[in-house]
């Protein structure tokens, strides 16, 4: 039989109150091989009886070192990492990278390009919150929303798999456009999918919304102020659940947002119930803006026409000597940006989600981070956790809609 | 006492075990079918027209697997608590009638295994033995989450027990006997459920409880405790614990319909088909019963820990108090 080492709490001391240290309160290893947890987040947990006493989030256990791998590939290269952050927002990491490397280049985005972009932006906020209602109430114990909301969300992939090939892993938007227009079935997918929603929603609602047991298990549960969300630089569903309406698709409007007419839901208690009717309505929101994108979708091109920087389209390569030398630089060296830095932000279904580049000029960015919104969104667990139950802090990790790779680049 | 007689009385125990333990298989597939149907799922079908032998096939998976005891826990224990809560399960049913007496190879035979005329207070009794086993196991495994698994089915449990005895007592006093079979006599017209639909109600709420099913799944509620008590369980051992999850939703629901639901006596007049009509009412009603579990774990969130507690202790407890005083008083007054 093997010896099992165990970590004495003295080694913790910095953590945990001294209570633990006498044993008075018990020490509780919540992760990362944890079902509810949402992936590898490690909570260590001082419990005095069932009452949390503190909380403490341990990350790092899903650090693929995105960001530095970033480094040693060119723009185009790098940009096939960014799906892998916060895999339930693919398009939404690919369409801020982008947003950057166009920043940085100057180039131009054709309107049907960037009506597209905010068409798939708001899917994969919808996506991105299906999932969500289904764990966050699978986490109390509503094991058939889960299923329900993964029904719902099959037809979104699907809809990204005919655009990109690709159900999760997209790299569809790309600098300058995307790469290449949707096919003809995205229209009637789109409006099937638009014309069915709504009442699947009002499906959810009608199980959770008024559900004794539901309203019990979230409200006033994992209050957090205001401030204490600009404190911690908290952003998203929820920072708009504690009653400030932020929104980065308003405050700081990309892709031609400003154009569209839309609300921000918002709340003012604060609690696990506010966050989750601020997603609930946020999806109903992003039924508004794709109704409005498909309405007002432009024929024409969806790639800038700057062939420095875009490659030309596979037609023109037999036909023009130009295309050709463009093609093969494109694609065997990439492209060298100008020195200089830039930082770009859009609204992710989490909250703020930003990158900053540096380049030195040449084809590889010197530098690339990522401000995710899981990261300071995380900070606020301790916080919001403190004197609740065990049982909340599942129902606590559910409501701030943590994505691990998000959190750990 | 004749040798045919202890025959009938070991062939009807067997009966009984295996009835409860192939019962429990079908309760698993059963549930799965359900849950499935209802979570727009297709459900377990692969092994065996319509999935039959889906049961067969976790059997055999179980017994193969390796049995891990965890290094720290306290092995004896450990062993003896699946053990603890298995048997009880098993044998609560034999005060359950089935049916009046039928003829079987020409000699008469009542379809119960006993009628104890404290058979009641026997249910009451060893569903109470069943707690040990699972504080047992939480206890010995040295685990936090399974200890705490423990001691919240041991408080829950034992909550709820004190409602569940006053709801069984309702059906007792109406019928003016503890035995089974004389509270199942005089349903013949009119069920419990009629007159009593408050003790019902808390019988239905606090058996839930008692068996640890959703919505009061406290006990094992994966997103908390992983796996609560049996945590570190493996193989056939963490089995005799799902095995004893199920024959006790078999159990509880043979016992309800029983007291309150005309048992074998009601709707059929139970001397059709020879006596056969007995079983055929009984089992109907535990199949709805089982139906209306497996459709509530699919609809309700959890509970939370300490709301369960308040409603058992604030709000079952006093409601079955005071429904038993004034049934008492309204059959003092009628005139029984």
């Known amino acids: 039989m093997t010896e099992i080492r165990e970590?004495?709490?003295?080694?913790?001391?910095?953590?945990?109150?001294?209570?633990?240290r006498s044993g008075e309160t018990m020490l509780l290893n919540m992760g990362p091989q944890h079902p509810s947890t949402h992936g590898v987040l490690r909570l260590l947990l001082e419990l005095d009886g069932e009452t949390v006493v503190s909380c403490i989030p341990d990350i790092g256990f899903l650090h693929t070192g995105v960001e530095k791998n970033m480094e040693s590939k060119n723009y185009q290269q790098a940009e096939v990492m960014t799906d892998r952050l916060d895999y339930l927002n693919p398009i939404g990491n690919n369409l801020v990278y982008s947003l950057a490397v166009e920043k940085l280049l100057d180039l131009d985005v054709p309107e049907r390009a960037q009506v597209i972009r905010v068409i798939l932006a708001e899917l994969t906020r919808i996506n991105s919150h299906l999932v969500w209602v289904g764990t966050s109430a699978l986490d109390l114990g509503a094991m058939s929303l889960f299923l329900y909301a993964m029904r719902e969300r099959e037809l979104i992939l699907d809809i990204f798999e005919m655009c990109a090939g690709q159900r999760m892993m997209t790299t569809y938007v790309r600098p300058g456009g995307l790469w290449r227009d949707v096919p003809v079935e995205f229209e009637a997918a789109v409006r099937d999918f638009l014309a069915l929603m709504p009442a699947r929603l009002d499906e959810y609602e009608r199980l959770l919304n008024n559900n004794p047991l539901f309203l019990e298990r979230t409200s006033q549960i994992g209050i957090i102020s205001k401030e204490d969300c600009l404190r911690y630089a908290a952003t998203g569903p929820v920072l708009r659940a504690a009653g400030?309406?932020?929104?980065?698709?308003?405050?700081?409007p990309?892709?031609?947002?400003?154009?569209?007419?839309?609300?921000?839901?918002?709340?003012?208690?604060?609690?696990?119930?506010?966050?989750?009717?601020?997603?609930?309505?946020?999806?109903?929101?992003?039924?508004?803006?794709?109704?409005?994108?498909m309405d007002r979708l432009p024929y024409g091109p969806v790639r800038s026409n700057n062939r420095k920087y875009v490659p030309p389209p596979r037609s023109e390569i037999g036909v023009s000597m130009e295309a050709l030398i463009h093609h093969f630089k494109l694609w065997t060296e990439g492209f060298s940006a100008p020195q200089g830095s830039v930082y770009a932000t859009i609204e992710s279904p989490r909250g703020e989600l930003g990158v900053f580049l540096e380049s030195d000029g040449g084809p590889k960015?010197?530098?690339?981070?990522?401000?995710?919104?899981?990261?300071?969104?995380?900070?606020?667990?301790?916080?919001?956790?403190?004197?609740?139950?065990?049982?909340?802090?599942?129902?606590?990790?559910?409501?701030?809609?943590i994505v691990l790779g998000d959190a750990d680049r | 006492m004749d040798a045919a007689l202890i025959w009938e009385w070991v062939i009807k125990s067997l009966f009984i075990i295996l009835f409860m333990t192939a019962g429990f298989a079908y309760v698993t597939l059963l549930e799965r079918r359900v849950l499935a149907r209802m979570q727009v799922r297709i459900g377990p079908n692969r092994a065996g027209p319509f999935g039959l032998l889906q049961p067969v096939a976790d059997g055999v998976k179980?017994?193969?697997?390796?049995?891990?005891?965890?290094?720290?826990?306290?092995?004896?224990?450990?062993?003896l608590a699946p053990v603890l809560t298995v048997i009880p399960a098993l044998i609560i049913t034999a005060v359950v009638p089935w049916g009046p007496q039928v003829m079987l190879f020409g000699r008469p035979v009542p379809l119960y295994l006993v009628d104890l005329n404290i058979g009641v207070l026997?249910?009451?009794?060893?569903?109470?033995?069943?707690?040990?086993?699972?504080?047992?196991?939480?206890?010995?495994?040295?685990?936090?989450y399974a200890t705490m698994g423990g001691l919240r089915a041991t408080a829950q449990m034992i909550s709820y027990e004190l409602a569940l005895g006053l709801a069984m007592l309702a059906p007792v006093m109406m019928a003016g006997s503890m035995s089974m079979v004389d509270v199942v006599e005089s349903q013949r017209t009119l069920p419990f459920i009629v007159l009593q639909p408050v003790a019902f109600l808390i019988y239905f709420m606090s058996s839930l409880a008692e068996i640890n099913r959703a919505p009061f799944d406290m006990p094992e509620a994966e997103q908390e405790l992983t796996a609560g008590y049996h945590t570190e369980y493996s193989g056939m051992k963490f089995a005799l614990f799902f095995m004893a999850e199920y024959i006790k939703m078999i159990a509880v629901a043979m016992i309800g319909s029983t007291l309150f639901l005309g048992g074998y006596a009601w709707p059929l007049p139970p001397e059709w088909l020879g006596g056969f009509a007995g079983p055929i009412n009984l089992l109907a009603k535990v199949l709805v019963w089982l139906f209306v579990i497996i459709w509530l774990r699919a609809t309700l969130p959890r509970i939370r820990y300490d709301r369960l507690m308040f409603y058992g202790w604030k709000v079952l407890f006093p409601v079955a108090l005071v429904n038993i005083v004034i049934t008492a008083v309204v059959i003092v007054l009628v005139g029984g």
């Open chain 1, 7 to 20: 970590v004495s709490v003295d080694e913790l001391r910095h953590l945990v109150s001294d209570r633990a």
């Open chain 1, 244 to 252: 400030m309406a932020y929104d980065l698709r308003k405050a700081r």
């Open chain 1, 254 to 293: 990309y892709s031609g947002y400003e154009t569209y007419d839309f609300d921000i839901p918002t709340e003012t208690a604060g609690d696990v119930r506010a966050r989750y009717l601020v997603r609930m309505a946020e999806m109903r929101q992003s039924l508004r803006i794709i109704q409005q994108g």
């Open chain 1, 365 to 401: 960015p010197y530098r690339v981070h990522f401000r995710t919104p899981t990261f300071p969104n995380l900070q606020i667990m301790p916080l919001l956790s403190r004197g609740h139950f065990v049982a909340d802090v599942v129902a606590i990790i559910g409501s701030i809609d």
């Open chain 2, 62 to 79: 179980l017994i193969f697997k390796e049995e891990l005891i965890p290094a720290y826990a306290d092995k004896f224990v450990f062993v």
């Open chain 2, 122 to 144: 026997y249910i009451v009794a060893v569903t109470s033995i069943s707690v040990y086993g699972i504080a047992l196991a939480g206890w010995s495994s040295n685990n936090k």
